[in-house]
């Protein structure tokens, strides 16, 4: 049995686990609860909080937001339904993980404090000779929570996590979902018909590993995972919460339901894209040609200017090659542009 620390009786009474992550950046001492309808609540640390209904579930789901603190669209939208859920007003079937990545960069209004947390995972946090910082720690801690969320789910539950973001540039496909490297294994239809009720119709398929919280998921623990952009980055008060209506209905059906039913798979719904490449800033002198606000997916003709690096020009080498999440101010070796190109459904989706 857990101790009952201070801040039980207020959690109990606002549910504004947000709050309390952000008054307590790095750590929060643990806690369990149960609440009227029997959902057993454990807070494991700072911005970790798990749900157990009392019923036997067959979904274990991770809802992440904050991975990236100034991307607040997501952090409002699992704010309220961890509200909603400890207030007794939504009663889950499902086992639910939510967690508010990095609570210290939330109060600082930034993407992240010292290093960026979504390039620390499946172990990147931990290497020879690289001094560990507090990005690197939570990295370590947000790992070992999601493992042992998933260790203790019913045997053959399905697994599932949703890390949700906003983009820096506008987008032309406002939002959209990063499916991770899944090493040969089909698609989904079943997940992109979940994105679609999301009001997430474009998706990207990625062709390689990555240091994601989304590829770790997917690639160590086998979950149905991705990296969900649901709009432009705005600080807290600025975001129109009706754009984010049908996700946060999805979501809440997802977690409070039995089973969901979505519409039949029908592939002109969406607009799916094949990364093309991953141009890495390697030199300090790394530009764009474009403006700050060249939105996602703009395509580029055939032998346009794409991005230099120090004295390496990157040419489009394919008609309407299309950028995404061009950023020329990443760490030294660290993604600063994808490209993509337009792919059709073919066998490889189930
Ligand atoms: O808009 C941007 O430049 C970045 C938005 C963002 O945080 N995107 C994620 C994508 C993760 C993935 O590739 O799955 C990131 O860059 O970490
Ligand atoms: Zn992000």
Request: glycine residues 6%; charged residues 20%.
């Amino acid at each position: 049995m857990l101790a009952k620390p201070d801040y039980l009786n207020d959690l109990k009474n606002t549910g504004d686990f947000l709050t309390l992550s952000r008054n307590n950046e790095w750590h929060l001492e643990p806690s369990e609860f149960t609440l009227e309808n029997g959902t057993g609540v454990t807070v494991h640390d700072t911005g970790v909080i798990e749900f157990q209904p009392k019923v036997t579930t067959t979904k274990d789901i991770v809802l992440s937001s904050a991975v990236h603190g100034n991307e607040t669209a997501p952090i409002e939208i699992c704010d309220d339904l961890i509200k909603t859920i400890i207030k007794g007003e939504l009663e889950l079937n499902q086992r639910v993980l939510f967690i508010f990545g990095n609570p210290k960069s939330i109060n600082i209004g930034l993407r992240f404090v010292e290093e960026n947390l979504n390039r620390l995972f499946n172990g990147h946090h931990t290497v020879e000779g690289v001094p560990m910082n507090d990005e690197r720690k939570r990295a370590a801690k947000l790992e070992q929570y999601v493992t042992d969320f998933f260790s203790r789910g019913q045997q053959g539950s399905a697994r599932y996590h949703y890390d949700l973001h906003t983009a820096i540039r506008g987008s032309k496909n406002e939002k959209f979902a990063v499916y991770p490297y899944l090493h040969g294994k089909p698609w989904k239809k079943s997940q992109l018909q979940f994105l679609l009720s999301c009001g997430v119709n474009t998706v990207l398929m990625m062709k390689s590993p990555a240091t994601t919280f989304s590829y770790y998921s997917s690639y160590v623990h086998g979950a149905d995972s991705f990296t969900v952009e649901l709009g432009q980055v705005k600080p807290f008060g600025e975001n129109d919460m009706a754009r984010f209506a049908k996700t946060k209905q999805t979501l809440t059906a997802l977690i409070s339901q039995k089973e969901v039913q979505y519409p039949h798979f029908n592939a002109s719904d969406f607009e799916l894209f094949a990364v093309h490449r991953t141009i890495n800033r390697t030199q300090e002198d790394f530009s764009f040609p474009f403006s700050d606000d060249a939105e996602n997916f703009t395509g580029f003709a055939k032998g346009e200017l794409l991005a230099t690096d120090g004295d390496t020009p990157y040419y489009a080498d394919v008609e309407g090659e299309a950028i995404i999440f061009p950023n020329a101010n990443v760490a030294l070796g660290q993604r600063a542009l994808l490209t993509v190109t337009p792919m059709q459904v073919d066998s490889n989706f189930v």
